[in-house]
């Protein structure tokens, strides 16, 4: 409920009902990221601390361990906050939006990559994400910087809540996150049908795509709801929407990594347990020629070696070297 404008015409009794419809929410994200979290620790320890450390698991885990330490300072707030508490207020109202959006950008980071990877980092494909990638993130920080500069000065933590007027511009923030996570998304729709007009389908491709989907109906609800929250709903309703989200786009973004990381664990030691369900390899059919400009990797190929350290050093991205 950080940084709400409660209008004066509203009664205690319904600003004490959203307030309690916001902290619903809140509690329903952090139990479901508390509870992804305990269901895939095992494989946490697997795939993530037991290899080398990279990019990709290193933003998998700052993720993975701020996040809930964010909700769970958002939870203190809105149960335990006093009433005499401006600074707290000020501070981490600032500190939250930067962590939030950083959280955003880190995420959409790692996503952009498995497309470069898709693409088989063709040159112009690594271009067009750097561009729009740029963009986004500039475009949000610019939103937070604008809007907070209004806000943080006036906030203060009456109801135990941090409360202070909203700018009716906020909720473009979210704009900028839905327009790059549908550029990804048709990216990967594109890669998909291109791919499947050539038959050249093999197990890896097949869950970068399906998880690709999963990751964008996620992102893309949680953002969506959010905005139509800020744009539309009582300013007091604002919160309703943005802790939940964050749950649940860590939760998405942490499985997207997971199940990566359990495919390669998986090609690496067949003996091993595979816990993700990955769809069984296509008949191999005679490719057929690829389209200018793009190239595959060959379905024929033998051998993978999809640790992530090992692209970030050759520059490939996702940790997919196929030999």
Known sequence: MSALDIPLIMSPETVASHGAMVQIMTLIGFVALVYDHILTFADEVNYIWEARAGLVSTLFLLNRYI????????????????????KFCKVWTALQSFLTVASFLSIHSIVAMRVHALYSGTRWIKVFLWTVGTLYAASSITIIIVAG??????????????VGAIPSYLWTAWLPSII???????????????QDRRRSFNT????????????????????????LVWALADPTLLGLARYFAL???????SRLVLNLKAYAG????????????????????????????????????????LEMYDIERSCQQLGTRLH
């Open 67 to 86: 996040v809930p330490l964010v909700l769970v300072v958002d939870l203190y707030e809105m149960f335990g906050l006093a009433n005499d508490s401006g």
């Open 204 to 227: 890896l491709t097949l869950i970068l795509y399906r998880d690709g989907i999963f990751f964008f109906v996620a992102v893309a609800f949680c953002s969506l709801f959010s905005l």
């Open 266 to 305: 998986h090609k690496r030691n067949p003996s091993t347990v595979w816990h993700v369900t990955a769809p069984a390899p296509p008949v191999d059919r005679a490719p057929q020629a690829p389209s200018p400009g793009f190239e595959f990797v060959s379905t024929n190929t033998s051998a993978f070696d």
């Open 149 to 162: 500069v209004r806000v943080i000065p006036h906030i203060e933590p009456p109801h135990h809540g941090c």
């Open 247 to 253: 749950a649940m786009v860590n939760v998405a973004a």
């Open 180 to 194: 790059f996570e549908t550029i990804l998304f048709g990216l990967t729709v594109n890669a998909m049908l291109i």
